[in-house]
């Protein structure tokens, strides 16, 4: 494909609008409405995100991580290897950003905060709960560090089942665990015909959530 086709790729956006009128006074709440109507059309791994963080240097990354939660409707919480490349940079720099998107409601929503590491109990709790296969592979993938080979890694994963062999749940490792992200910030964003589209960005503010409209 040329450039000129890749600059010719359009979408019109014309499904639904989004006004003050439509949404809730609480942030999380609002984005748990936006979440369910997502489940309900079945769209794609509705609760797939991009996490982006920052190193010392300022250098940007991101990745797709799942959402796991939304504890006491304050923070989006999710789970990873603390000691992979994301977790080395939120303990160094805590602010982070999420994305998500769903294009067949042609809705985004992009949400700044600060990470904190979840309650021990909680990421335990999670952790018994996935398949055994997971737990293996959490004890076993040094995430985000080099391997010479596939077959190094596979061999890594069979000497933990026979290190737990006959033990189910697997303790949960030290090196794994929860994050929450509190939001300061949260908007909203909703695909309308021309490129005008709709958004509304809430902001914490220390009586409560701010709603106000931004250009698109």
């Known amino acids: 494909m040329t450039d000129q086709q890749l600059a010719d790729l359009r979408q019109t956006y014309s499904r639904q609008t989004l006004t003050e009128a439509d949404v809730q006074p609480e942030a999380v709440a609002q984005f748990r409405t936006w979440l369910d109507e997502a489940i309900a059309a079945r769209v794609e791994e509705p609760t797939a995100m991009t996490l982006a963080t920052v190193n010392e240097a300022g250098q940007p990354a991101a990745r797709i991580v799942l959402l796991k939660g939304l504890p006491e409707d304050a923070g989006f919480l999710f789970f990873t290897n603390y000691d992979s490349r994301k977790g080395q940079e939120l303990a160094t720099s805590p602010l982070a950003a999420l994305t998500f998107f769903w294009p067949a409601l042609e809705r985004q929503v992009r949400v700044e905060g600060r990470v904190e590491k979840a309650a021990p109990e909680a990421s335990t709790e999670y952790f018994q709960s996935r398949p055994r296969s997971s737990q293996l592979g959490a004890w076993a993938s040094p995430q985000s560090q080099p391997i010479r080979t596939r ?65 698109p």
């Open 151 to 215: 077959e190094e890694l596979e061999q890594r994963e069979q000497e933990v089942a026979a290190r737990f062999a006959g033990q189910d749940p697997l303790p949960r490792p030290a090196h794994w665990g929860g994050y929450v992200l509190r939001p300061h910030r949260i908007e909203f964003w909703q695909g309308r015909p021309s490129r005008l589209h709709d958004r509304l960005v809430y902001e914490r503010q220390p009586q409560g959530w701010h709603i106000s409209r931004l250009a």
